[in-house]
């Protein structure tokens, strides 16, 4: 309770300013859940919580967040999804296969480790800090890998979801291009709604599917990674305490709230949901989110970047802008508009 009583309070403050920007300027320049992000590193920056807060901000910043984007799945509109055409489905996979394959590149020419390569690879490429996860028993990643790898994409995550609406003027994205390219760079699903969010609901709902398609690449590539890796090194070691290689579970693979989104998507495009009931999905599912950047930001210590190591952070920035640079020419390849 303490802790979501002060990821409550980080949200108070976030609506209040967000309320105070619209009466002075007549608009929100900077929405809720962004405010509530900036509020909560800020915060995070002058005390860093105890213990006691632990246990409420990481249900905030996990469970409540997973269980926005479940809600979010009640307001994919059907024929949006058909407008973008099956071309994008095998696009995202090619996206995924090639970023995986040239971020893997940058992290060896940088004099990276193999296996911390691939870490920030299937990071950068997939979905952060899960597949950072996902990956590290597979390949045998040693602790320190996985600790600098998901500390720089903790940090780095939080930056690339304030700074990528700002691309929109910049490139010329209409919102359906936009929601496209966010859900192709933005580290983990439930981030997905900051970034998007700015834009507008189209970028929310294409933001979302694209990133989560992105997400369920994740078992192939595991199981991929499973296949090829050798028991030598560290993953020698755990083969002497029982196992030549630890697979994930299941869970890890395809979470519980990508099958819950679908589900409600499934839902929605057969009738099954009333227009009351979608109206009340979005209203929860904006709080439980401005409740969970809130968490995020309180989570987030900028300190973080310096212990990440020069060459890492070179990897990673390098990798995100491939990425992009990726992305951006699929969405010209497929002439979306």
């Known amino acids: 309770m303490p802790g979501i009583l002060l990821c409550s309070g980080v949200s108070g403050a976030a609506l209040a300013l967000q309320s105070l920007e619209v009466r002075i300027f007549g608009q929100a320049w900077l929405e809720a859940l962004v405010l509530a992000i900036l509020i909560g590193v800020a915060l995070r920056s002058l005390w860093a919580p105890g213990r006691r807060w632990k246990a409420g901000t990481d249900f905030s910043a996990k469970t409540l967040l997973e269980v926005a984007v479940v809600l979010l799945g009640a307001s994919i509109d059907p ?13 995202i996979a090619g996206v995924v296969a090639l970023a995986l394959a040239v971020s893997y590149g940058i992290g060896r020419l940088l004099g990276l480790p193999p296996r911390m390569a691939v870490l920030v690879a299937c990071g950068n490429s997939i979905c952060g800090n899960s597949a950072i996860a996902a990956t590290a028993p597979v390949i045998g990643a040693h602790g320190d890998d996985v600790a600098a790898a998901i ?19 910049l490139l ?23 970034a998007t969010a700015p834009v507008g609901a189209l970028s929310v709902q294409i933001g979302t599917l694209v990133k989560l398609l992105r997400v369920l690449m994740l078992g192939p590539v595991v199981v991929a990674l499973a296949l090829m890796a050798k028991p030598e090194g560290a993953a020698r070691k755990d083969a002497k305490e029982g196992g030549a290689k630890v697979r994930p579970p299941l869970r890890r ?5 990508i099958l819950g989104f679908l589900a409600l998507a499934g839902l929605r495009a057969a009738g099954l949901i009333p ?52 992305g951006l020419g699929l969405i010209r390849l497929l002439g979306i508009m």
């Open 172 to 194: 010329g994205l209409s919102p359906m291009q936009y929601g496209v390219f966010a859900g192709l760079t933005v580290y983990a699903v439930p981030q997905i709604l900051a």
């Open 79 to 91: 024929d949006t999804i058909l407008a973008a055409g099956p071309g994008l489905v095998a696009g």
């Open 151 to 169: 500390a720089f994409t903790a940090v780095l995550g939080v930056l690339v979801v304030l700074g990528l609406p700002l691309l929109v003027p």
């Open 253 to 257: 693979l395809v979470p519980w709230f």
């Open 275 to 326: 227009d009351a009931a979608l109206a009340a999905s979005q209203t929860a599912a904006g709080i439980l989110t401005v409740l969970s950047m809130a968490a995020l930001g309180l989570g987030v210590d900028v300190r973080m970047l310096s212990r990440a190591g020069l060459r890492v952070t070179a990897a990673v920035v390098l990798s995100l802008a491939a990425l992009g640079a990726i």
